[in-house]
Structure formats: structure tokens, C-alpha cells
């Protein structure tokens, strides 16, 4: 569960090692992760001026559904002294029948250094099969833009030689005009590949955004790129 990927990020892929402890079925189980990325992308738009970030974190599956994390990445926002950001987020899942399932939680988001860039979020999906329909909220979101609502799909494919295929687009409503100049929603988009080779998982995405060069103070972060990535885990 790196920092429940696939609700809340599009297109971070990570390079990993991890160790994990396995407990007796129904038991707790630990696992940690340590890796990188070629540009950390959150919902579409870099979080590391378009450089590589290292990350890693700790999760706690305790075997009933609930579950327990925390997870840290390098950023870069170009302006002030924010080096890392430091996650913790804890929930509950389980299957309400073979093909549907359901995820609840929350998430605290940390920039140590920041200027009124922390802030909390809870989240929640439900999957049809390949079906993900999902919504995070934010009561203050980051850098004190107020209100904040993340409604998103994604939709899952298995592709021969077991080479998945997904694709992911959510749509970002901020309360206030805050970090885009002028604009107080967005879209952002993913389209991913990847294969498992035992323990690795290979994997490139294509992720993007409807924000305009002047909205994105004309840096590129919000520009549509490729990012790749592997993870390693047992």
C-alpha cells in the first residue's frame, strides 16, 4: 500500500526495495518500501521540478481491514525550503461480494519547512471489478486554498502476457484560486502499463493535465510526460 497509490496518485511509479515481516493469515503483517521515481507526479502536476525524487515508507496490515502507513518523498516547489513531504494515512477495506470492494480513510499530508502547505484529507472508493469509482476531500487543501474535492475513475485491463493496462482521470475543484494562476479546477490524466516479473513490476505512464503554460506560471510541470519505474517487494 504505497501510500494508497491507487487512490490518490497518478503516475508516481517507484523503483523499490522493500522487506516485509508476514504474520499468520488473519495476523498483522509489515512491509516497508524504498525507492525512486523519474518525476514525482501528483494528480498531474510535478512535485519535483521534473527531476527524479527517492521515497520510501511503512505499512501495517493488520489482517481484519484496517491498515496503517506512512510514506516520504523528495519535492522541489522552486520557493521556499520544503525538501520532503511526509505522509501518514490509515483506513479500512474489505469486499462486499467477488466483484465489488470498497476503501475509507485518511490521509495527513506533511511538508516540513513548508509555508501553510500541510494539510488532511479522507478518501473513499468502491470497485466493480476493473470499476474504480472514488472521491478524496479536503476541508483546507495545500498552500490554503480552502475546500477541495477529488471525484476520479479508473478502469483496469489485463492484457496478454499478463501486461496490465490502466487508465485513471480525476478532476481537482479547489475552493479558491490558489497555487494555478487564475484557475480553480483542473483535470488530470494517466494512461499505465506494466508487468510483474516475480517480486519486480515494471511500469510506464503517460500523465497529464488540462492546466494551461500561463495557469502553470509557464513551467512545465503541468504538462503532459512519461515517467517510469519498477518496484521490488516480497
Known sequence: MNKIAAILTAGALTL???????????????SANLGVV?????????????????????DLDFGNGFYLGTWASQVDFGYDGTDYETDVYGGYGGQLN???????????????GGEDEDYQEVYGSLSFSD??????YS????????????????????????????FHVGANMLDEVGFLDGSDSYIDYSVSVGKDFGGLSLSASLVGTDISDKECFNLDWCEPSVLAGATYTW
Open 38 to 58: 523519474t518525476d514525482y507526479k501528483f494528480r498531474g502536476i510535478s512535485q519535483t521540478d521534473g527531476s527524479p525524487a527517492v521515497q520510501g515508507g511503512v
Open 16 to 30: 523499490g526495495v522493500s522487506t516485509a515481516t508476514n504474520a499468520a493469515e488473519g495476523g498483522v503483517s509489515a
Open 98 to 112: 467477488d466483484s465489488v470492494s470498497y476503501d475509507v480513510g485518511y490521509i495527513y499530508y506533511g511538508y516540513p
Open 131 to 136: 470499476l474504480t469509482l472514488g472521491l478524496a
Open 139 to 166: 476541508d483546507d487543501y495545500w498552500a490554503g486554498t480552502g475546500a477541495f474535492y477529488y471525484p476520479y475513475a479508473e478502469y483496469s485491463f489485463a492484457l496478454p502476457s499478463d501486461i496490465s493496462l490502466d
